[in-house]
Structures are given as C-alpha cells and as structure tokens.
C-alpha cells in the first residue's frame, strides 16, 4: 500500500515538475520576444532624449542626462507638424469614407443574394491583393489629369485602396455569423432592416468593427509609398516628412528620433480607443444575475 502512495506521489511530484518547466519555458520565450520586439522603440525613445554626441558615441552611452531640446525643435518648427497635421486629416477623412462605404457594403454582401455577389466581394478583396507600386502609376496619371494631385480629397480617396477591403471582408465575416432570427424578431415587433441593425447588429459587430478600424488606422496612418507619389508639398503627410531630417551631408538622429516617438502617440491613443470599443461591444450582450 505505501509502495503504491509512493509511486503516486512521485507520479505527481513528475506531473507538477513538468508543467513547471513548461510555465517558465513559456514565460521565458514571451519575455524574449517582447524584448526583442520593444528593444528598437526603447533604443528610438533614448535616441530622442540624447544629445547629438551622444548619440553617435561609440560605444553607444546607456547613461546620459537626458533632455527634450530634440522634442522643442520638432514641436516648434513647421518642418513636422504640418505633415502630422496633413496625416490626421487625410487619416481620420479615409477612415470615415471607408466606414460610410465599407459598412452598407459588408451587410448587403452578407445578408442579400444577388447574381455577382461573390464576384464583388472577390473584387473589393484583389484591391488589397494588387501590390501599390503596380498601381501608383495609373493613379498618379488619373490624379494629375482630374487635379487630385496634392490634394486631401486625392489621398483620402487612394487610401481605400489599403482600408476599405480590409473593413468589408472583417464585418462581412462578422455579420454571416449573427443568425438572421434577429433581424426578423425586430420585424415582427414593427421594425425595419435599419432599425436592426442599429440597435442590435451593430452592438454584436462592434468588435469586428473596432479591430478592423484598428487595422486600417494603422495602414493608413503608416502609408509610405501612395503618399510619396500622390502627395505634393501641400499633402506631406508624416512617413514622408521624416525624411526631411536626413540631409546629403548628415542626418539629425535627435529630431528624427523625437519625430518618430511622437508619430506614434495617434496610433496609440486610437488603439486604446478601440481596445475599449472592442471591450465593450463584447460585454454588451451579457446578463447581469
């Protein structure tokens, strides 16, 4: 009897010995993966705080007095804000005419047949298939003969090309999975399509619509080559504006680095947002008792 105990409390002492190893294996992977994702944000972040002398030092200097006349000069100079400026703007214009278009567009492919439908939503799909520098110059041809050349309304238009098939293929997929029984409870109490899907669907598909407004924000706020071709001096937006630190003779690393770090404050504050959205529309069915 007590040879039995003792190969079961071995048993389980093995058991217990095993998933330790395992929880600390995990634990020490994901520490090395967040420190090897972070490490480039850390070393930008101190690359802003440092003197110039300090940052070309060799060996690089992990102690330093830290100073913010690198932040003084992005923030005070136009060389930086107005592109930040133009980037809210053409940013937040794409996200609202993908939402107005991308919206009706996922309900009607989910919840209407039609001869096409497929075909459609394949198409609005390729959008995002299409590599840009495939299509940059037929646009950039269109734009400079319809006067969409340097202008907000020209961007905001272009990025649709990076948002609009991301939201519409998200909320698509969002949507088919809501029974339909939902929709036809409201209209037997007298309700219409509208009525449904503002006051039920679209607290189920909030989610959905947080984490794909998430993802666009982020394509669109990090936009590189669109901008670079179809934005002019009037239209710079941030990812081309940084460039202006970088000279034939030098490049000012301070207040780039500092330009960097503040580029990324909107994309934070919009993910929080949409963190909190996401939360929220999951909560949103649930039964208090």
């Known amino acids: 009897m007590s040879s039995t ?6 048993i389980v002492r093995r058991r217990r010995r095993t998933k330790a190893l395992k929880h ?9 993966w967040t420190i090897f994702a972070l490490a480039p944000i850390v ?20 102690a330093f007095v830290p100073i913010l006349d690198n932040y003084a000069q992005v923030l005070s100079g136009s ?17 609202l ?40 110059l037929p646009l950039y041809l269109i734009f400079q003969q319809t006067g969409l050349y340097d202008s907000y309304l020209g961007l905001i238009l272009a990025y649709q090309l990076v948002t609009l098939p991301m939201l519409v293929w998200m909320l698509r997929s969002f949507i088919e999975d809501l029974p339909p029984e939902l929709e036809e409870a409201v209209a037997v109490d007298g309700g219409n399509r509208w009525t449904a899907f503002r006051h039920v669907l679209f607290r189920l ?19 590189y080559t669109l901008p670079l071709v179809l934005a002019g001096k009037n239209t ?16 000012d690393w301070g207040p780039m680095a500092a330009a960097t770090v503040i580029s990324l404050i909107p994309g934070i504050i919009f993910a929080l947002f949409s963190l909190r959205w996401i939360v929220g529309g999951l909560t949103a069915g649930t039964v208090k008792g």
């Open 43 to 62: 070393w930008i972040v101190m690359m802003s705080l440092k003197k110039p002398e300090d940052i070309v030092a060799y060996p690089p200097t992990l």
């Open 236 to 251: 710079q937006v941030i990812t081309t504006g940084i460039q202006q630190y970088i000279s034939y003779q030098s490049i």
């Open 97 to 136: 005419l993908t939402l107005a278009i991308g919206l009706p567009t996922a309900y009607a492919l989910a919840r209407f047949r039609f001869k096409g439908r497929e075909n459609i939503a394949f198409g609005i799909l390729s959008m995002r298939f299409a590599p840009e520098l495939l299509i940059i």
């Open 205 to 223: 598909i909030a989610p959905g619509l947080g984490a794909s407004l998430m993802l666009s924000f982020i394509w669109a706020w990090n936009s």
């Open 79 to 95: 060389a930086f804000m107005t592109p930040f400026v133009n980037s809210l703007i053409v940013t937040a214009g794409s996200l």
């Open 24 to 32: 600390g294996g995990a634990i020490t992977a994901l520490t090395a």
């Open 5 to 10: 105990l003792l190969d079961r409390t071995r």
